[in-house]
C-alpha cells in the first residue's frame, strides 16, 4: 500500500455510530467472515459457496473515549452468512451462472404493525461478481404503500489509487404497478452504487393489503439483465369506484 496515507480505519470493516447500540436498543448485531481460496474458483467445484460464518456479538459503548467494544456471544456457525441469523424470514438464491459467478439472495420478512403490514427485504450479496442494481416488488390494484425507504452500507475507499465507489441513494418509483428501488446501470457509471459481493441492502415500506406469495425482479448490476424471485408483497385491495371507503354492489 505505497503513494496514500492512512488513517486509524483505511482498509478495515467500519461501521456508523448510529447503527451500533446506542441508538439501536435490543438490536441484536451479527459478525460475518468470508475467506476467499483462489483455486476453487479454478476448480468450479462449488467449494466457493461454503466460505462464510457469522457468530452473534455484543456491542458496548461507547466509552468516555468514545471506543466500542465487541464481545463474541457463542460459538461460529460455520458455512452460514450472516443474513441466516434473522430469524422468521425467508430466502430465495439468485444464481445466474453456477460455478461461473457466485450467488446471492432475496430475503424477506412481512409484520402486522398497526392495521397495515410492513414489508421488509433484504438483497445479500455473497460472492456474485455481477452484482445488484434494481429490485421491484409488484403492487396489484387497490394495494396502498406508505413510508418507502431503505439502508445502505457505506462504501468507502477514499484513499488516491483505489476505487471510489458511489454512495448515491438508489432511486424509488412506486408507478407502473411496482415499488421499484435501482442504481444508475453499469454503462452510466461502472461505479455506482450497486450491491456487490460480501454487502446487503435493505428496503422496506408499509402496506393496506396482507402478503400473497409472488415474483419480484432483481436486476443484475454489471451484465445487464433481470432474475425473478420468489417473495411475499401485498395482496390486492378492495375495490372502491364509489370512493365510499366499501366494497359494495356498486363496486362489484
Not at 447503527?19 to 468470508?34: H, M, T, V
Not at 467449494?47 to 468516555?64: E, I, K, M, W
Not at 433484504?122 to 445488484?132: K, P, V
Request: one cysteine or more; proline letters at 7%; a negative charge.
Amino acid at each position: 500500500h505505497r503513494e496514500h496515507v492512512h488513517n486509524q480505519v483505511s482498509h478495515r470493516v467500519q461501521v456508523q455510530d448510529t447503527d451500533l447500540a446506542a441508538a439501536n436498543s435490543g438490536a441484536r448485531f451479527i459478525s460475518e467472515g468470508q475467506y476467499i481460496v483462489p483455486h476453487e474458483w479454478v476448480d468450479g467445484n462449488g467449494t466457493q459457496n461454503n466460505n462464510v460464518s457469522h457468530r452473534r456479538v455484543q456491542v458496548n459503548g461507547p466509552d468516555a473515549c468514545g471506543s466500542m467494544e465487541f464481545i463474541d456471544l457463542g460459538g461460529t456457525f460455520a458455512e452460514s452468512p450472516a443474513i441466516d441469523a434473522w430469524s422468521g424470514a425467508a430466502q430465495t438464491m439468485i444464481e445466474p451462472a453456477p460455478l461461473l459467478d457466485g450467488r446471492g439472495f432475496l430475503v424477506h420478512k412481512v409484520t402486522p404493525v398497526g392495521g397495515l403490514w410492513r414489508y421488509e427485504y433484504a438483497l445479500y450479496n455473497m460472492n456474485m461478481d455481477r452484482s445488484f442494481g434494481s429490485l421491484s416488488i409488484p403492487l396489484p390494484a387497490g394495494a396502498v404503500v406508505s413510508n418507502v425507504g431503505s439502508h445502505f452500507p457505506l462504501n468507502h475507499a477514499p484513499e488516491p489509487h483505489t476505487e471510489n465507489y458511489s454512495n448515491t441513494p438508489w432511486s424509488v418509483s412506486t408507478s407502473g404497478g411496482a415499488v421499484t428501488w435501482s442504481t444508475s446501470s453499469f454503462g452510466t457509471d461502472p461505479l455506482a452504487n450497486a450491491v456487490r459481493w460480501g454487502s446487503m441492502y435493505n428496503f422496506y415500506f408499509e402496506a393496506n393489503t396482507p402478503p400473497t406469495a409472488t415474483d419480484a425482479t432483481v436486476g443484475l448490476f454489471k451484465t445487464g439483465g433481470t432474475m425473478v424471485a420468489a417473495t411475499l408483497a401485498p395482496g390486492a385491495g378492495p375495490v372502491d369506484c364509489n370512493n365510499n371507503t366499501i366494497e359494495d354492489r356498486c363496486d362489484v
